[in-house]
């Protein structure tokens, strides 16, 4: 049984109580976790918060030195954290492995970026009062990061790797279907030399745990991951304390696919936009317009490359989608399909649970395109978290970006032409937190990633991120 990670050492729920965490290919048990109540969240909050004090005050260069060998610890053993992940979370292999890695990267960036002195502040001079004014940075405190389960070690990073380097200390909350691989990461920091109480680890139900880390007035700061619906929840209970709150919620990503596009480089991107993950991902292509003089041929292409995509186990090496995450994920893409069937929408690739013996008991569902769904079907008003894409053709660049923001989400968006000033005209107007222009939906680690409207709000990646990890104080010395 895997055991959660608090003031360093390995521990049980103290009730005994625990939690199966099952294989999304196979239904089957990989293992358990402890399910924790308010007081095992509690004394993990007060770990964190006894070792604040000497980590804050710890120079950033040594602490910067800690991180680095904690991550090159995780680097010995990234086969291991991988294997893990795909059998928690379903997928492939070479993809949990990317995931893996880029928890290292992250680790060793904020580490290399406060070794550098990023964590600068200013010198301000003061004429009138012949003083000298000075704007310094200082770590938050205890800061609580809820993670969701589509991508838990990236997730986990791009909220832990800023807020250690920079100071604060840690309580992670998992998803309670992806707890393992984040476990073994947190074990393998300590192994690798982090002080007891950094980063800590509480495995149980959100409405639990999660709800603790948010009331409980020790932590200062919540890195919140999920879907909008918890992220306002979460931002009301936060708001008793006033804490800090970054919020990373859901999105429905339009892509613009114009006249003048390379509608190879479109279609290629665009399927690695929506299928990537099996479509369970917040940056991912959720809609698509495409200008109708050119639709048909773009169609075909999305259409044959959904179809190429092999399906399986995340154990199987050749695999290149593997199944939904849960059962229930499953049903909600198949229902957001049926209501835009049933609305009058044409199936062009998928739409089935793949037959065979090796996709029985899993969550699997084929790569799925659909076209001529009206207005208003759950597809264009809704998140779809799965591989499931609706195309619409619109007449013009207007039309498109009309479309584009008809949505309560704004996390990415995308456009695909030739022309740069129908490419600034979507820079300009999309309300959306990031634009792609002809590339793929990647969230790069040197830019500012975050949402806007029902998406969320700060921002995480780049050194923007810094600035919701730290807090800002003025002062001034008199000559
Ligand atoms: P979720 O909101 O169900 O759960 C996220 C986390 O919150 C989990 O750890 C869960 O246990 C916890 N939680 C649940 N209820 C809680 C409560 N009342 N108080 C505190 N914590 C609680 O989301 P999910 O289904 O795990 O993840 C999928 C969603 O996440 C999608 O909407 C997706 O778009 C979004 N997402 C957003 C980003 C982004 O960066 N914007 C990235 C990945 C996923």
Not at 326 to 331: L, V, Y
Request: charged share 25%; with cysteine.
């Amino acid at each position: 049984m895997a055991q959660m990670i608090v003031n360093g050492e390995r521990v049980n729920a103290a009730s005994g109580a625990t939690m199966d965490v099952r294989n999304p290919a196979t239904g089957e048990v990989v293992d358990t976790v402890p399910k924790a109540d308010a007081a095992d969240t509690r004394r993990a909050i007060d770990a964190a918060a006894a070792a604040f004090p000497e980590w804050s005050k710890t120079v950033g260069h040594k602490r910067a030195h800690i991180l680095m060998q904690a991550a090159a610890c995780v680097r010995e053993r990234l086969d291991d954290v991988a294997r893990l992940l795909t059998s928690e979370q379903g997928k492939p292999i070479r993809d949990s492995k990317i995931e893996a890695e880029r928890f290292a990267d992250n680790i060793e960036i904020y580490a290399g970026l406060i070794a550098g002195g990023a964590l600068s502040g200013k010198h301000v001079p003061l004429p009138a009062q012949k003083a000298m004014g000075l704007v310094v940075r200082r770590p938050i405190g205890v800061v609580g990061a809820i993670i969701p389960w589509n991508f838990p070690l990236t997730l986990m990073a791009n909220k832990i790797a800023p807020a250690m380097a920079v100071g604060n200390t840690v309580v992670v909350k998992p998803a309670s279907t992806t707890p393992l691989a984040t476990i073994r990461l947190a074990e393998l920091m300590l192994e690798g030399g982090l002080p007891a109480g950094v980063l800590n680890i509480v495995t149980g139900p959100g409405a639990v745990v999660g709800d603790e880390i948010i009331r409980n007035p020790l932590v200062r700061k919540i890195g919140f991951t999920g879907e909008t619906g918890t992220g306002k929840q979460v931002a009301r209970s936060a708001a008793d304390e006033l804490k800090h709150v970054t919020l990373e919620l859901g999105g429905s990503d339009a892509a613009i696919v114009c006249d003048d596009a390379d509608l190879d480089l479109a279609a290629k991107n665009v399927a690695i936009g929506r299928f990537f993950n099996a479509g369970q991902a917040c940056l991912a292509v959720k809609r698509v317009y495409v200008f109708d003089s050119i639709a048909d041929e773009f169609i075909d292409r999305v259409v044959s490359r959904a179809r190429r995509l092999k399906l399986g186990s995340g154990t199987d090496a050749s695999a290149q989608m593997g199944p939904l995450h849960t059962e229930k994920q499953r049903a909600e893409i198949e229902a957001q399909l049926a209501d835009a069937v049933q609305r009058g929408g044409t199936v062009v690739a998928g739409g089935q649970r793949p037959r065979g013996k090796e996709f029985e008991r899993g969550y699997f569902f084929e790569p799925t395109v659909v076209v001529d769904v009206p207005e208003g079907a759950r597809v264009w008003t809704e998140e779809t978290f799965g591989p499931l894409l609706p195309i619409m053709r619109v007449k013009d660049l207007d039309e498109a970006l009309r479309k584009a923001n008809e949505s309560e989400f704004g996390l990415g968006s995308s456009i695909f032409t030739r022309d740069m000033t129908k490419a600034q005209r979507a820079i300009d107007e999309i309300e959306a937190g990031y634009t792609w222009v002809n590339a793929v939906q990647i969230a790069h680690d040197e830019l500012p990633f975050g949402g806007t409207k029902h998406s969320g709000y700060g921002k995480e990646h780049g050194t923007e991120v810094l600035d919701y990890y730290t807090e800002q104080k003025s002062v001034v010395v008199a000559a």
